[in-house]
């Protein structure tokens, strides 16, 4: 007994296999109705029934019609499903990185020139994304600079601010800030503090007679005896 082919379950309904069996069953399967239907009018003319030709006609032009709109739309969402869905699939993979701009170049059919401009647009976007990641890199670099160069400018004026410009030692704004600490500082840690209280003899004497510059000088070299001579905690004004 000779066996039977096997008859496939479903058929293809992708690739340019199935699209051929496709555009070539669609116009037979209308070509067959077309032709059985017009069969059955001839033998209804022949046979002499004109009313049961008649309507026999009507119902095979409208049922050609309606196979040629089926076919017809059938093969036009197919045309657009197809692209569509592989366009659907590959964005999230190309816009995760999955997959590479160029992928789209897949996308064929009636989508194909908008997968085109889709390409574009990514790669633009990319670039954009990599000149802002520079303009941040840069802008983080320069402000970073410009933090630590007012940090410095900042830091030498607290100093200027805080120091006598001739002796070089802290002056009375700095006295007044310190000395309130100092005093609270000691009494909770019932600590002696010690303030010890210096002055130049004669030294309106010294200028009148040797001049400022004289005066000035001794100054500052009276400041480098005292900042010799204090210990590491003490602190002079």
């Not at 990641?133 to 004026?157: D, F, M, N, P």
Request: net charge positive; aromatic share 4%; hydrophobic share 45%.
């Amino acid at each position: 007994m000779t066996e039977m082919p096997r008859i496939p379950d479903e058929a293809p309904r992708s690739g340019p296999d199935g699209r051929r069996r496709g555009r070539r069953i669609a116009p037979a399967l209308l070509m067959i109705a077309q032709g059985g239907g017009f069969a059955a009018l001839v033998g209804l003319l022949l046979s002499g029934h004109l009313l049961e030709a008649m309507w026999a006609l009507q119902f095979v032009l409208a049922a050609g019609m309606l196979l040629a709109v089926l076919w017809a739309g059938a093969r036009r969402r197919r045309v657009w499903n197809e692209p569509l869905a592989r366009l659907e699939a590959l964005l999230p993979e190309v816009r995760e990185g999955r997959e590479p701009i160029e992928a789209l170049a897949a996308v064929g059919g009636r989508l194909a020139p908008l997968a085109g401009h889709i390409r574009e647009l990514l790669r633009e976007l990319r670039q954009e994304r990599s000149r802002t990641k520079h303009l941040r890199e840069e802008i983080r670099q320069r402000v970073a600079s410009r933090t630590e160069g007012l940090e410095r400018t900042i830091g030498a004026l607290r100093q200027q601010a805080a120091r006598d410009p001739l002796t070089g030692l802290f002056n009375r704004r700095m006295l007044d800030a310190y000395l309130p600490e100092a005093i609270e500082r000691c009494k909770a840690e019932d600590r002696p503090l010690c303030l010890l209280m210096i002055d130049v003899d004669h030294f309106k004497q010294l200028n009148d007679t040797l001049g400022h510059p004289a005066g000035d000088d001794m100054l500052r070299s009276l400041a480098q005896i005292i900042r010799s001579t204090i210990g590491e905690a003490d602190i002079a004004f």
